[in-house]
């Protein structure tokens, strides 16, 4: 790949010099943008440290962990990220990078302390858009090109404009398509049409060598499934093909109340057994949720149940502490409409919920996927949402999932009494993800995805991350096989531990792809050389 513009390691090393000079005399907060070398050429102007610029980098939404980088690169094509990575490869002494999308991590993994945070919002920016190209193969049918900068909302917008959308999804679409696809991307949806990450044809990803390389199933096969679910560790996703089929025009939704943690799960899991893609009576979206006295009745998530009946529902939660809820949808168009409700009928048969807690809506596909919306809305204007997160997410094994129920919904959650936020549990099916890819799951056929997605105040956000410790603890000393999901972990032995089987290839991968450890530090697998530093 060509190179627009001439570039020195010397101006971005000359910044990382001056920022750990200050750093070192605690002056972090007082950085100046050294003189910039009029030989370096316009990319050098993409570098910048003033305090706004740094503050922006050295936070998340979870706005627990801070981590100063020296500098934020605002790249304006996929060659000013080819050339910033090459010239820490071959430089003799290497700064790390780590690639911020819209900054959704929790715990400090899109930061660079002391390196440079490649701001993909600005190639957004650049892009205009443009990067949203869909287009249809003769073997593979409908697909959507991608830049990893892109929005996966922007990514719905654009393909329904051709009659078709993306299968997978994650509940929130403010998220970059690289971020979600260096993780897993993980909905409701996930049961049927596994997670975004298997729904890839195709990806271009800048290494940690800055080699610009075309990856598939049938080229470059090892870089492939390393970068999906890789955790940004083997390099920048800067496109990505993903499938597409024809999109719905509208949601049938429906919630449906339990009181029994066994036969919420029984249930559960009997309706993710029908999940066929062209099975027509298979439903298309499973989650699950806690209710409880700790969280309202209607949250962030979505606003569902009536007014009309939160006294009957809280009720409910005081005489059974907590219950379950169960969601589900179906999708159609003005060809299945006439079925849908015969349909939900059918499959809801014989589930064992609380007779007259059923609850429906009728929404547009774009209302129900984009339901996280509206209450962020709500909550950015009340000053609510740059609040801190401390999230724990896990994939809990189905053999194990009652006695996670027993030590950690119905002691540990309910004696601590802090949960404020959705707590997630819905299954999926092993089948549908690629074990070749570098993303963890339980070993067994179903498992959980359990998600305890807290908000709180930052005078109390260490009660939270206690009560998370302490749920991992329970998970050890109970033997269960717990997976975290968005991991962090603080040691290697504590990675190793997550990867387990995969370790040795996820290594090997690394030194592949990123042989001087350049890429996303803020994970901590391979860059564990200093302290966290918290609020």
């Not at 979870?62 to 100063?68: A, K, L, R």
């Not at 990803?205 to 083997?234: D, M, P, R, Y």
């Not at 999708?331 to 809801?348: A, F, G, N, T």
């Amino acid at each position: 790949m060509a190179e627009n513009y001439p570039f020195s390691t010397y101006f971005i090393l000359l910044i990382i010099t001056i920022t750990r000079l200050i750093s070192t005399v605690g002056k972090t907060e007082q950085r100046k943008t050294p003189l910039i070398p009029p030989e370096l050429g316009n990319l050098s102007q993409k570098l910048q440290n003033d305090p706004e610029t740094i503050k922006m980098a050295s936070r998340d939404y979870g706005n627990m962990v801070h981590e100063f980088p020296a500098a934020v690169f605002n790249p304006s094509s996929i060659n000013d990220i080819v050339t910033l990575i090459k010239s820490s490869y071959n430089s003799p002494t290497p700064f790390n990078i780590a690639a911020r999308g819209q900054g959704h991590s929790t715990s400090g993994q899109a930061m660079a302390r002391d390196g440079v945070v490649v701001d993909m919002g600005s190639l957004r920016k650049q892009r205009n858009g443009v990067a949203i190209s869909v287009s249809k193969d003769p073997l593979i049918g409908y697909y959507v090109d991608v830049g990893g900068e892109q929005l996966w909302i922007d990514v719905l917008h654009a393909t329904l404009e051709h009659g078709l959308a993306p299968v997978s999804w994650t509940d929130y679409l403010y998220l970059t398509v690289g971020g979600t696809l260096s993780n897993a991307g993980i909905s409701g949806q996930s049961f049927r049409y596994g997670p975004q990450i298997s729904n890839v044809h195709e990806m271009d990803v800048i290494t940690g060598k800055g080699e610009f390389v075309t990856c598939s199933l049938q080229k470059h096969l090892e870089l492939f499934h390393a970068v999906l679910g890789g955790l940004g560790q083997f390099g920048v996703i800067a496109r990505a093909r993903i499938a597409l089929e024809p999109a719905p025009k509208r949601v049938k939704w429906v919630r449906v109340l339990y009181s029994d943690f066994s036969a919420f799960t029984k249930d559960q899991e009997r309706l993710i057994s029908i999940n066929g893609r062209k099975q027509e009576n298979a439903l298309d979206f499973l989650e699950g949720m806690l209710l409880m006295h700790q969280g309202p009745i209607n949250n962030w998530r979505s606003s569902f149940f009536p007014l009309s009946d939160h006294p009957r529902i809280a009720s409910l939660i005081t005489k059974h502490t907590i219950l379950y809820c169960l969601e589900v949808a179906k999708y159609y168009d003005h060809h299945s409409e006439k079925y849908v409700d015969k349909e939900i009928q059918v499959l809801l048969q014989g589930l064992a919920y609380i007779p007259g807690f059923y609850y429906e809506k009728n929404v547009s596909y774009v209302e129900f996927l984009n339901r996280v919306r509206s209450g962020e809305l709500k909550l950015q204007s009340q000053g609510l949402w740059e609040v801190p997160h401390p999230w724990l997410n896990l994939f809990i094994p189905k053999s194990q999932i009652l006695d996670f129920n027993s030590g950690v919904f119905k002691d540990i959650i309910l004696k601590r009494n802090i949960t404020t936020g959705p707590v997630l549990v819905y299954p999926m099916n092993r089948n549908k993800w690629d074990d070749m890819m570098s993303a963890c799951i339980p070993e067994e056929e179903v498992f959980y995805t359990v998600g305890f997605l807290h908000s709180s105040g930052f005078d109390n956000w260490k009660a939270y991350d206690a009560q998370n410790r302490e749920i991992m603890k329970f998970c050890r000393d109970a033997g269960i096989k717990a997976k975290q999901y968005l991991s962090n972990h603080s040691t290697q032995e504590d990675w190793k531990n997550h990867f387990g089987t995969k370790w040795r290839s996820f290594l090997e991968r690394k030194h592949q792809f990123d042989p001087r450890m350049i890429l996303s530090p803020g994970h901590k697998i391979f860059h564990n050389n200093h302290n966290l530093h918290f609020k």
